[in-house]
């Protein structure tokens, strides 16, 4: 099946910096892809839809000066997280859709985040 | 999408199937049944999905009521690399640019 990287798998890093994290379809194109939150013992949740050649689009809550979307080309999003704090310590994960006739989605294997 | 309801966790043995249910009672016609799992600090991997009839592959089988109101998913034989969160979810196929809803998953626990 189709393959969806994460870069980098974990990252530590102090309170206030930005830490960006990237999302790579390595055998198919994708004009969109979704970012994911996860806190420990939660379910994934949607944060926002990356689109090639246009805005992401963010959840409810999200705040998109924070968590900057940028779908450089068609198998790159890049996440951006700005002035890090303790409580962005998550683990973020990418998925793309596939281009198959059920369009079943492809995850990253996800980035661990710790703010300190 | 429709919503659907899966036990919080279960239990299965070593070698044995692990049945896993899901209830879709609101399911609409043109709505898949997908399932996923995510192993622990990993994203989410897909196992199997169908529309109708029962599927299989190498990995599961599913079982789809004829009423389309639930499904099961089966593991023949149950390994502990198989302990996991799996996540069934309901959702229209031919949807490009639609994301994938998680609820909370059942928990499975192969037990040696």
């Known amino acids: 099946g189709a393959v969806v990287s994460q870069h980098p798998s974990w990252v530590i890093c102090k309170s206030g910096t930005s830490v960006k994290i990237e999302c790579r379809s390595l055998d198919f194109q994708a004009t969109t892809m979704f970012w994911y939150r996860q806190f420990p013992k939660q379910s994934l949740m949607l944060m926002a839809t990356s689109n090639e050649g246009s805005k992401a689009t963010y959840e409810q809550g999200v705040e998109k000066d924070k968590f900057l979307i940028n779908h450089a080309s068609l198998t790159l999003s890049t996440l951006t997280v700005t002035s890090a704090h303790p409580e962005d310590s998550s683990f973020y994960i990418c998925s793309a859709p596939g281009t198959g006739a059920y369009n079943e989605q492809f995850f990253g294997p996800g980035t661990r985040l710790t703010v300190l | 999408d429709a919503k659907t309801t899966q036990p919080t966790s279960m239990d299965c043995a070593e070698g044995r199937a692990a049945n896993l249910p899901c209830n879709h009672s609101?399911?609409?016609?043109?709505?898949?049944v997908y399932w996923y799992r995510q192993i622990h600090s990993q994203g989410p991997q897909y196992i199997i999905h169908?529309?109708?009839n029962n599927e299989t592959n190498e990995m599961a089988s599913l079982i789809i009521t004829e009423d389309r109101k639930s499904s099961t998913l089966i593991l023949p034989h149950a390994t502990l690399r198989d302990t996991a969160v799996y996540y069934c979810?309901?959702?229209?196929?031919?949807?490009?640019?639609?994301?994938?809803?998680f609820g909370p998953g059942t928990r499975l626990s192969v037990l040696p």
């Open positions: 979810i309901v959702r229209v196929g031919y949807n490009y640019g639609q994301n994938f809803v």
């Open positions: 169908g529309l109708k």
């Open positions: 609101t399911i609409s016609g043109n709505e898949y």
